[in-house]
């Protein structure tokens, strides 16, 4: 988890709070020592419980921390007898949650993915009031201990990390808090995790502006897919990781299309990402990608699968998804998309001399995408 939640400018941490986490291992039945030899540390085990130095260097903290976290997750749900969620769940919810157009999206989704589990170790809730909004993790946790506290603080960030992640933008935390005590020195806390908690509330939880959850959700399949792939899950990446702007708006206009909604102005895409039309136009320049090329490519995708589709839509019927205002206009956009008229794109022999005709908006020569058809949504 640390890489992805600890301040950017942390070097190293404090010593007695990885002594907390050894001595909760030991007290739920673990073995402290064999984990430690684990971790392959450049220094004896012995001299963390000697306390000899004040701090660790994050990269060994990190690889003590994780181990720490799954070893007390194991013993814990290990005493209660209770199977917890496995990576797979995880991942499975994180690939349903990418796939939301805004945070709000985002989080009802989470809170249905955790009922369809049978709100297996946790509720998830969503309360808005005015221009504050929580998002609330209820824990089924029988005992309140430290270890449990750091679970569940591990969970909460990592929610907070991946909603920001999601965005490709920081969510300001107004607060965090939790439903245990002080088990762990609020200190020791902060200066690990760099937020203030507050103990005692009813849930574990964190405040944030609500005009948050209107914010679109930038991300998409194929980048979570490398990330997931890459990293463990509570090591998440800064929000401000480097992303692509075309590939943002290409998902927004292609969920459009799917709703059958007009494509939004250039003038509302860059206000949808808090920046001028002047500095909107010429990222996607950056990118080679104008928007005229990342609207025939959205368009281009959607008309082949209704192509497609067994239900042999009218091509006018087509052309109104697509938002055309008539067949004929559609008729002419396809060709020069694809090479073949798409009355003709139905048939085996059309779809195969269309698929070597894509390059004009998908990527091939004179295309001002250099991408894939595929790509981006």
Not at 159 to 164: A, D, E, P, T, Y
Not at 268 to 274: D, Q, R, T, V
Not at 353 to 375: H, L, Q, Y
């Amino acid at each position: 988890m640390t890489p992805g939640f600890m301040h950017q400018g942390a070097e190293a941490v404090p010593v007695d709070f990885v002594v907390v986490m050894l001595d909760e291992i030991d007290r739920l039945g673990g073995n402290s020592t064999e984990l430690l030899g684990r971790c392959q540390l450049p220094f004896p085990a012995r001299d963390l419980r000697n306390g000899r130095g004040r701090n660790i260097a994050l990269r060994q903290f990190t690889r003590i921390f994780d181990e720490c976290i799954k070893e007390i997750s194991y013993l814990s749900h290990r005493q209660r007898h209770v199977t917890p969620m496995t990576r797979d769940d995880v991942e499975m919810l994180c690939y349903c949650m990418v796939s939301c157009e805004t945070l709000e999206e985002v989080i009802q989704r989470a809170i249905k993915f955790y009922v369809m589990l049978g709100n297996r170790g946790a509720e998830l809730a969503l309360e808005v009031d005015g221009p504050e909004a929580v998002f609330h993790i209820r824990t089924l946790r029988a005992h309140q201990c430290s270890g449990n506290l750091l679970m569940d603080l591990t969970g909460l960030l990592f929610f907070h990390r991946f909603f920001g992640w999601l965005l490709n933008r920081e969510i300001p935390a107004i607060r965090f808090g939790v439903c245990y005590g002080e088990l762990i020195n609020a200190e020791q806390l902060e200066a690990v995790f760099h937020q203030a908690v507050h103990f005692g509330e009813a849930t574990n939880n964190f405040h944030f502006p609500a005009d948050f959850l209107k914010y679109p959700v930038v991300r998409n399949y194929q980048r979570l897919r490398e990330i997931l792939g890459t990293l463990p899950l509570d090591m998440m990446p800064s929000p401000a990781m480097s992303w692509r702007l075309s590939d943002a708006v290409e998902k927004v206009i292609s969920a459009h299309l799917a709703k059958e909604e007009a494509i939004p102005t250039m003038q509302e895409l860059a206000g949808l990402f808090s920046i001028s039309v002047t500095t909107f136009r010429r990222r996607l320049e950056e990118e080679n990608s104008p928007l005229k090329v990342i609207k025939e490519r959205c368009r281009l995708k959607l008309a082949v699968e209704l192509l497609a589709s067994p239900a042999r839509l009218k091509i006018e019927d087509v052309a109104q998804r697509l938002g055309f205002s008539d067949a004929s206009g559609f008729r002419r956009a396809f060709k020069t998309w694809a090479g073949v008229p798409p009355d003709n794109y139905r048939t085996p022999a059309s779809s195969r001399e269309a698929s070597s005709g894509f390059g004009s908006v998908a990527g091939g020569p004179g295309s001002p995408s250099g991408r894939p058809v595929s790509g981006g949504c």
